[in-house]
């Protein structure tokens, strides 16, 4: 009873996915494939008619039969071996889009869906229903992507396998096609290192790291497969694994081009057509015997796996990490630059993921005691290792610094925090006698400063001016910066966005009623960030210090014990002091404004303290890689969502019940 419900639940879930606008079109085309499979089969059924004609049945018998126990017990080993690396495909794939379901849960479901629907044929859609009913935490377009992220890996990591083994093996055919498919491979893979955000939605492009894996992996599955296939022939045939694994491999793949189910016909008519002639007879019933153990086994073990459903235990996947109340201004960047809070056990960091490379910003959110940062660098190990990505710090604190020079990890300073305790500033002392001066003038000019508490309750005050901001005229005053200083920059800076700034602080400057610019603040209930800074061409001297100062005064109003003017690099303060090595300079290039010393300057005016920030690689090339990485995801953010997507993410719909593969499982 419980099976026919599902059953019911998978049609109704089909028919309405399909058979409703645009969907009755796609359920034409998976018909035509379906179709066209089912032709291609019969196509080479029908060319292997004429052999199929010439056995003798009874001879075929009796061959199976010679077949003994410890050929059978041995080519099920090595098949458990190639779904082995079957499961540890699809982890590697939920690893590499950071699903964060478990590695046991993903290698399951991978084994169950690549059982099945091998010998059912149309992967894509077995594999993908298959997918996200063993996955209760997944939904039916992320299962398909992961099916098709799935396949199209296993495709080009079987090119290159197949490329090496041809040009490996001096009998091998095809040779000169293998060197030109190998280059391609080898081309590939360097672009992969040189530019990892390729526009290859919806799928993430993989890193050199897990690319890697996934040739290891294929490499061992279809080895793997090939001597199952080798230890089920009879001992008198004479034929080397050498000059059957050539051709076993380009069977394979021309059984997964062809797309019918289990490769039927092609793979037959590829390999019997690629093996001496005389080996026929010793092939046949081992190919037979091949696809019992290979295919037909498998196939209802995972069928069985798939009735029974997920264990118990994934059908509450743990919760997304939060915001703890003393959580870093800088958590604003979240909604707009890809930035995750990765939890540490005992806190959360704020990471991004950047193509070879897991990226903590700042210092972890919680305690700084040194067993929790120890406890904290540990757990970003165990995930970017997990990931096939680097561990890297960004922009670490001197005690997070030196905890990870204890780990071994290589550091190279990049910069100052400019920060001040707001309870201390006066404009009085002597040392702010430059900053006065710049508020004077901007004074005469008829600068006046407003302020925009946006939606931080923490950051509200009594004389906030109550009304939105004209963002009409802001988006004016960011396109003439723009023009000005080139293109906005993302990941660890914001960018210019309605949604973003009214999340913030904001303060705008106006002459003689006319904004002229503006600066906004990330905000906590303990300290405020410094992130935006636009201005219009000709501003009168002065005018940023103005709204600078103006926040200083209100985070003094409201008690805050931190407000931070954002970072300098280490050339900016000393520009003659020696010549940057190479992260030096690759991190000068990602933002050219913040190495020169007029930023510094500007700073300097309010007479902040001044803390050293690092960044922090396994070993000094991972320095380098790193701050590639970090060129790359500040200099080319990806595109800010429409402010139409953002709003409708916010909504969703009740549903009465539980999903119909899961509905009997959670009652």
């Known amino acids: 009873m419980r099976i026919a419900r599902q059953a019911a639940g998978a049609a109704t879930v089909l028919r309405g996915a399909f058979l409703r606008g645009p969907g009755a ?197 279809t080895i793997a497969a090939a001597l199952a296939l080798q230890v089920l022939l009879p001992a008198d045939s004479g034929l080397a694994f050498a000059s059957l694994l050539p051709a076993f491999l380009l069977a394979l793949g021309a059984g997964l081009v062809m797309g019918t189910p289990g490769g039927m016909g092609a793979f037959e008519v590829t390999f019997l057509a690629l093996m001496p002639a005389n080996a026929e007879a010793a092939l046949l019933p081992a190919i037979l015997a091949w696809r019992v153990v290979y295919y037909a086994l498998p196939a209802m073990l995972g069928a069985g796996f798939a009735l029974l459903g997920p264990p118990a235990r994934l059908l509450h996947p743990a919760e997304p990490a939060s915001l703890p109340p003393d959580a870093r201004a800088e958590a604003g ?29 700042l210092d972890p959110m919680g305690r700084h005691d040194s067993a929790t940062l120890d406890h904290a660098l540990r757990s970003i190990s165990r995930t970017a290792r997990a990931e096939g990505r680097m561990p890297v710090l960004y922009k670490a604190g001197r005690r997070l610094a030196a905890r990870a020079r204890r780990r071994g990890m290589a550091l190279r300073r990049i910069g100052w925090d400019a920060w001040i305790a707001p309870a201390d500033f006066r404009l009085d002392r002597a040392y702010r006698a430059g900053l006065r001066r710049k508020l004077r003038r901007a004074e005469a000019a008829g600068i006046t400063v407003r302020a925009y508490a946006g939606g931080s309750s923490s950051a509200a005050r009594p004389g906030d001016t109550p009304e939105a901001p004209d963002w009409t005229i802001l988006d004016h005053i960011a396109a003439v910066w723009r023009r000005s200083h080139g293109p906005e920059r993302g990941f660890s800076m914001g960018r210019h966005d309605r949604a973003h700034l009214q999340a913030q602080r904001l303060y705008v400057a106006f002459q003689r009623g006319r904004p002229v610019a503006y600066v906004s603040f990330h905000t906590a209930p303990q300290e405020w960030t410094l992130d935006l800074m636009r201005h219009l061409d000709n501003l009168p001297d002065g005018t940023m210090h103005s709204l600078v100062t103006a926040a200083l005064f209100d985070a003094q109003a409201l008690g805050l014990a931190r407000l931070s003017l954002a970072a300098v690099t280490d050339g900016a303060i000393a520009p003659r002091q020696s010549r940057p090595d190479l992260p030096g300079r690759l991190l000068a290039v990602v933002a050219p404004e913040t190495a020169k010393d007029g930023l510094y300057r500007f700073k300097s005016c309010f007479a902040p303290r001044w803390s050293p920030l690092y960044l922090a690689a396994p070993s000094r090339p991972g320095l380098v890689l790193a701050a590639l990485s970090l060129w790359r995801a500040i200099t080319r953010p990806p595109p800010l969502l429409p402010e139409i997507e953002r709003e409708t993410s916010d909504y969703g719909f009740a549903s009465a019940s539980a999903p119909w593969h899961i509905a009997d499982r959670t009652a």
Do not use: E, K
């Not at 055919?173 to 990892?196: D, E, S, Y």
């Open 25 to 221: 079109w796609r359920l034409w085309q998976i018909l035509t494939r379906a179709g066209l499979s089912l032709a291609i089969t019969g196509l080479f059924l029908w060319l292997l008619s004429d052999r199929l004609a010439q056995i003798d049945t009874a001879a075929l018998s009796r061959a199976l039969g010679r077949i003994g126990p410890g050929q059978w017990a041995l080519a099920l080993a090595l098949t458990a071996v190639s779904f082995w690396a079957v499961g540890q495909y699809d982890a590697v794939v939920h690893r590499h889009l950071a699903t964060g379901l478990p590695g046991r849960a993903a290698r399951r479901a991978g084994i169950c869906a690549i059982a099945v629907s091998q010998s059912l044929g149309l992967g894509l859609i077995s594999g993908a229903i298959l997918r996200w009913r063993m996955l209760p935490g997944l939904s039916l377009w992320q299962a398909t992507r992961i099916t098709a992220a799935v396949a199209l890996s296993f495709l080009a990591g079987w090119a290159v396998v197949t490329s090496v083994v041809l040009l490996a093996l001096p009998a091998a055919p095809f040779r000169g096609t293998a060197a030109l498919g190998l280059a391609l491979a080898l081309g590939l893979a360097a672009l992969c290192i040189a530019a990892p955000r390729l526009p290859l939605r919806p799928f993430r492009w993989p890193n050199a790291f897990t690319l890697s894996r996934l040739v290891g992996l294929c490499a061992l599955d």
């Open 333 to 361: 960047l979240i909604g707009q630059s890809g930035l995750d809070l990765l939890p540490t056990g005992r806190g959360v960091w704020l990471a991004g993921r950047r193509g070879h490379c897991l990226i903590a910003l």
